[in-house]
């Protein structure tokens, strides 16, 4: 590829692929210069290790689930990213836990980021700009968390005329809207996404209590999410603007079952706020009614402001964030038969949230070719609500409130860095960071630097090795038996008992660029992590009168690994080849009796392959294969019977001598001691556009989710329902064991008409 500039009789090509000009009547020939892509440059080029940047058509383009494009599903499909559990939006980095990678939206820090439990994240796709993800050697900007950054780019407003997008997928709906509000000085954005799952199950769930009505039933059910992004960008002048951004992410879901007998149901809310019996129209002779509710989502709000200051650019900005999640359960009962007259009300309401008020400031600035410096400070004061828990009854015209809310826990974090990037020559670049946090939590004072260093050398113009070290610290954690991301697991912030948790992570690659468009890396990489946290034997979040010193205990990981991936982004024909190797451990003084044990992600081989062809201006067809090593889970797959128990004759399962009754004692011989079947599965995508008159189109996508049919395992199941005993013959007596699967083949259709 080549720049061309041409005056008459003149033709100059330069160096750089650009047009010089010359003398009138000569001409210069000179070689041609191939010139590569943003990605291919950077994976050769820059000293960082581990970055990955995909932009807003990358992410639209792959085939995902019921048509809507998704930046963590993106992200799961890179090397050294685990996926978790199918379906969910769970990212478990080189080995880390998912409550380790930080999510940044224009730089406002985000907590939880999935929709439905995991199905859909949080990030309304037409919105952004560019994602830039790090998995290692990460900057010296970047703290608080130690597997990964998501730093998500919001589109900038357009100053010069209106334009925008509207898109319809099977369970949602979204609009983009940009535009001057003030030609070139005032421009705004805005983009809104809402599910419509509610909507489309409310049919089917009135079909089904009108059967169940003569049941004495009806269920409750409902789901809905909602998200909002607003942007508003002035320019004061060329050296100064500044910008307000506004993230609104919310889900609400009810379920529930109402039993009854009586022509009418009737009550009417007292003066104390609780629901009690109309007597004057009510002929309910029994009902009972038991509703959860579950309420979760992000919001907040960010100013900043840049000024041109010398050779740099100066930043400042301030925020507010704020994340709960707020569990419900609700049961209603009267009666009013011949033997009993009650009416009762119990109300449970289980509450965490987190709360950060920032501000930080930054200076960027190319002093030379050679030397770009990056220095800033950042403050973040956090209020966390770990456990607020609230029962409310009434029974008999009497009513109670039993509080049990843990304290509100405040904490301050002050961070200084400096990163230092130097390029020689294009032959040797490397960039020196250092970060320094402090966090001041219950009376405690927590220090510490975290050095980065990376260094590049190029071997030729096509090759370059790169090696890497980067220290993190991380000052609160989602504690979380579960395999998926759920709104009920609590952020617990470091307590006097615990340390910060701690990572450090040693890289080393190889590098290249390849004919037809073509580079590809192989990075092989080493992360050591201490004061990780786990529940004790036998201890979760429910058990009550426990300090969170007695629920949890401290331990270390370690992983290691390769990753190694091939990059076509040039042509009609595109894509990427990515495997990653992995060891992934845990060791625990006070679990699996202080011996290592693999952890839950420990998914030792996993391929992505990810292909794009375009037809013609109107088609193009999208693939994707995902092949994974499968999860761990901790399995009982021996049982001790005791002599003498209902069933004497039933043989053995086990070592003789022990039991309880049929099922017997569950004999546990390590944690996470089974693995799953090997996951695998194919995406279909194909893609169809149309131009409009006056610059507008339209896109219909059409896809398959796990084309194949894979009914991939997400769990185990040991089946002692099963059991067949026969007291005639005792040897028929047998245990099962039954794999779980959720998600078959899923068709799915969107489009999107952009003006």
Request: charged share 20%.
């Amino acid at each position: 590829m080549a720049g061309l500039f041409c005056f008459p009789a003149i033709c100059v090509l330069g160096q750089d692929g650009f047009a010089t000009s010359d003398s009138v009547g000569k001409v210069n020939v000179l070689k041609e210069v191939e010139v590569r892509g943003y990605g291919a440059d950077r994976n050769l080029n820059a000293p960082e290790m581990g970055r990955i940047s995909l932009s807003n058509k990358m992410i639209t383009d792959l085939p995902v689930m019921f048509g809507e494009p998704d930046i963590v599903k993106a992200l799961q499909t890179l090397p050294g990213v685990s996926q978790g559990v199918e379906g969910f939006t769970g990212m478990y980095v080189r080995g880390g836990d998912n409550d380790q990678n930080l999510f940044l939206y224009q730089g406002l820090p985000l907590y939880h980021v999935s929709h439905l439990g995991g199905i859909f994240s949080s990030f309304n796709v037409p919105t952004v700009s560019r994602v830039d993800f790090y998995k290692a050697a990460f900057p010296a900007r970047y703290g608080g968390r130690i597997s990964s950054i998501t730093d998500v780019a919001m589109k900038r407003s357009d100053f010069e005329k209106f334009h925008g997008k509207f898109s319809v997928g099977l369970l949602s709906a979204n609009i983009f809207l940009t535009g001057p509000v003030i030609k070139d000085r005032t421009a705004f954005t805005i983009g809104v996404r809402r599910s419509w799952i509610d909507l489309v199950s409310a049919p089917t769930l009135a079909i089904m209590n009108a059967v169940e009505k003569k049941k004495g039933k009806k269920h409750i059910a409902g789901y809905s999410f909602t998200d909002l992004n607003l942007r508003l960008d002035h320019k004061f002048n060329q050296d100064m603007t500044a910008y307000i951004i506004g993230y609104y992410g919310h889900d609400r879901l009810k379920i529930g079952l109402r039993e009854f007998e009586g022509k009418n149901e009737s009550y009417v809310v007292g003066p104390d706020g609780i629901p009690v019996p109309d007597d004057t129209e009510s002929t309910t002779r029994f009902f009972d009614e038991d509703v959860n509710r579950l309420s979760w989502g992000n919001w907040g709000v960010l100013g900043a402001f840049d000024y041109r200051l010398g050779p740099g650019i100066w930043n400042t900005s301030v925020y507010y964030s704020k994340y709960s999640s707020t569990y419900r359960q609700e049961r209603e009962y009267q009666s009013d038969l011949e033997d009993s007259d009650t009416y009762g009300y119990n109300k449970s309401r289980t509450k965490n949230s987190i709360a950060d008020i920032g501000v930080r400031t930054s200076y960027l600035a190319d002093f030379s070719k050679t030397y770009r410096l990056r220095a800033g400070i950042e403050f973040v004061s956090h209020d966390y609500l770990p456990e607020g828990l609230v029962n409310q009854f009434y029974s008999d015209g009497e009513c109670s409130e039993d509080d049990n809310n843990s304290p509100h826990i405040s904490s301050n974090e002050l961070a200084a860095y400096l990163d230092n990037t130097l390029n020689f020559n294009d032959k040797i670049a490397f960039n020196l960071g250092l970060r320094g946090t402090f966090c001041r939590i219950q009376g405690h004072t927590f220090s510490n630097i975290e050095p980065r260093a990376s260094l590049k050398i190029a071997i030729g113009t096509n090759y370059s090795v790169k090696a890497s070290y980067a220290r993190m610290h991380q000052y609160v954690q989602q504690v979380s038996n579960n395999y998926i991301s759920l709104p009920t697991d609590l952020w617990q912030p470091v307590a006097a008992g615990f340390k910060p948790l701690r990572s450090d992570q040693y890289s080393l690659g190889f590098y290249g660029n390849l004919p037809w468009y073509m580079y590809f890396s192989f990075e092989g990489w080493y992360k050591d992590m201490d004061n990780l946290l786990e529940y004790r034997e036998g201890v979760s979040v429910l058990n009550p009168g426990l300090s969170w010193n007695e629920k949890l205990t401290s331990g270390k990981g370690w992983s290691y690994g390769l990753d190694f991936s091939v990059t076509k982004e040039a042509g009609r024909f595109t894509g990427s080849l990515g495997y990653g190797l992995m060891w992934n451990w845990r060791k625990f003084e006070d679990l699996n009796i202080g011996r290592k044990f693999p952890a839950k992600f420990d998914n030792r081989h996993k391929i992505n392959i990810n292909l794009s062809y375009k037809l013609n201006d109107k088609i193009d067809f999208n693939a994707g294969w995902t092949y994974m090593t499968g999860n761990r889970l901790t399995l009982s797959m021996y049982n001790y019977d005791i002599p003498g128990s209902q069933f004497p004759d039933a043989p053995t399962v086990g070592p003789p001598g022990y039991g309880n009754e049929v099922d017997g004692i569950d004999y546990y011989s390590s944690r996470n001691n089974v693995r799953l079947p090997a996951y695998h599965r194919l995406d279909l995508g194909m893609s169809i556009y149309k131009t409009y008159k006056n610059g507008r189109s339209g896109v219909w996508n059409f896809s398959l989710y796990n084309a194949y049919c894979r009914m991939n395992a997400i769990t185990i199941k040991k089946d002692n329902e099963n059991n067949i005993i026969d007291s005639a013959n005792k040897d028929n007596w047998h245990r099962a064991f039954k794999t779980l699967s959720f998600i078959p083949i899923i068709p799915s259709v969107s489009y999107t008409y952009s003006f």
